[in-house]
């Protein structure tokens, strides 16, 4: 299943129906973790929405996205250049200060995710924070034309720990729009890189 594919031909819909969507308190808390004026990647950033609140908050961010159209149309939204590249691509040695993977890496196949874990570690600096949203539940497969990886809490917080580098924070669940994503109960989670 090409997760990719569906967003860069869906792109222009998917940006609309996103790009309003108020994640303000989300943000909020992730933000409380970091420097002021600290380094963020947005990592998987689809209508650049985050990228643009983060930026207007006052910090550097790097949008990232494995689809070229949404690429475009979030360097339109934000200003910013944003990096075309895929999860397996990432390859940056402690450089952010934080790590916003929000609705992102719930595509990543189950087996596939403790190595982009660790390729996510390697880019945030010592001590660094990692925030990551995923639908909330046990299944794996292709739902919507794209293919989903759902996680329970104790999943994903085992996933994160087990990969030696990050130590899980916080985790709290909010419920997803309906026009956007149903029902959806979404996970929530901060995790701070760990000394090595």
């Not at 299944?139 to 990886?149: I, K, L, P, Q, T």
Request: charged fraction near 30%; glycine fraction near 10%; hydrophobic fraction near 35%.
């Amino acid at each position: 299943m090409d997760s990719i594919g569906y967003y860069n031909r869906y792109a222009a819909t998917y940006f609309e129906s996103t790009v309003n969507v108020d994640l303000s308190e989300n943000r909020a808390r992730f933000e409380r973790v970091l420097p002021e004026g600290g380094s963020i990647l947005d990592l998987g950033c689809g209508s650049g929405r985050d990228s643009l609140a983060f930026l207007e908050d006052g910090y550097e961010v790097t949008p990232l996205d494995g689809s070229p159209e949404m690429c475009a149309l979030a360097e339109i939204h934000t200003d910013l250049e944003v990096l075309n590249m895929t999860f397996e691509e990432l390859d940056f040695d402690e450089v952010f200060d934080g790590i916003w993977a929000c609705a992102s890496l719930l595509h990543v196949p189950g087996e596939d995710m403790p190595g982009i874990l660790k390729k996510v570690g390697l880019a945030l600096k010592p001590e660094g924070y990692l925030y990551i949203s995923v639908k909330e539940g046990d299944f794996e497969g292709e739902r919507g034309e794209r293919y989903y990886v759902d996680y329970t809490k104790r999943r994903l917080t085992d996933m994160l720990e087990d990969t030696g580098i990050f130590k899980v924070k916080e985790v709290w669940k909010t419920q997803g729009l309906k026009e956007v994503s149903g029902d959806t109960r979404w996970l929530n989670i901060i995790a701070k890189k760990i000394e090595e």
